[in-house]
């Protein structure tokens, strides 16, 4: 059996509202995902001025025109997939003098319905993004569902890997052991934190 690393976990709080998470915030857990920029705002904002240690994770699809919130707020976004988004938050970054740590999302279950870079364009995408300079860290990807995930978890690790990247996001509440003995440093779990959403 692959030997299991202390990948970080990223308590998935959206759709969740403050009071059930500041719990875990009072304990001393540090990164948190959300996927709604606005809501993030709302619920983070005020949190994060008086927690600065908190790191808040961008895990859902960005919409351009709310790059520049984004950036203000997150300190990692997961979910890079296209030039036009590199490029915004790349002049983003630079009005703020920010340095947020980027992730590749990869679409790889080559899923229409899904966002991220096909793999055969990942090595345009990552060759861009450090022209702009932007921090690039890791992939990340989200597999098809109600299909074992582990082919795509060891094909992420393996081009991961082919980048020198030292993160990669993968893996959330039902297949999270399986995407730690692939290598992921971050996983996404929600309901096997704060319980299903309604």
């Not at 500041?22 to 990164?31: A, D, F, K, S």
């Not at 993004?129 to 992939?139: A, P, T, V, Y």
Request: net charge positive.
């Amino acid at each position: 059996m692959k030997e299991l690393k202390s990948p970080k976990i990223i308590a998935v709080s959206k759709s969740f509202p403050i009071n059930e998470i500041l719990p875990l915030i009072e304990y001393g857990h540090v990164n948190f995902g959300e996927n709604k920029v606005q809501e993030a705002v709302d619920k983070w904002a005020k949190i994060k001025e008086e927690n600065q240690h908190i790191k808040l994770h961008m895990i859902g699809k960005l919409q351009t025109n709310k790059v520049k919130i984004a950036v203000k707020l997150f300190d990692f976004i997961h979910s890079v997939d296209n030039e036009k988004l590199a490029k915004k938050i790349a002049d983003e970054q630079l009005k703020l003098n920010k340095n947020i740590k980027i992730f590749i999302q990869v679409n790889i279950g080559l899923e229409n319905q899904k966002a991220g870079v096909n793999i055969e364009n990942i090595g345009e995408l990552v060759d861009y993004c450090r022209k702009l300079n932007l921090n690039l860290c890791g992939l990340m990807c989200i597999p098809p569902a109600n299909i074992k995930p582990d082919r795509y978890f060891e094909q992420m690790n393996k081009i991961n890997s082919s980048y020198n990247f030292t993160e990669l996001s993968m893996g959330m509440s039902s297949d999270y052991i399986q995407a730690a003995l692939n290598n992921a440093t971050y996983l996404r779990i929600g309901s096997s934190i704060f319980g299903k959403r309604f």
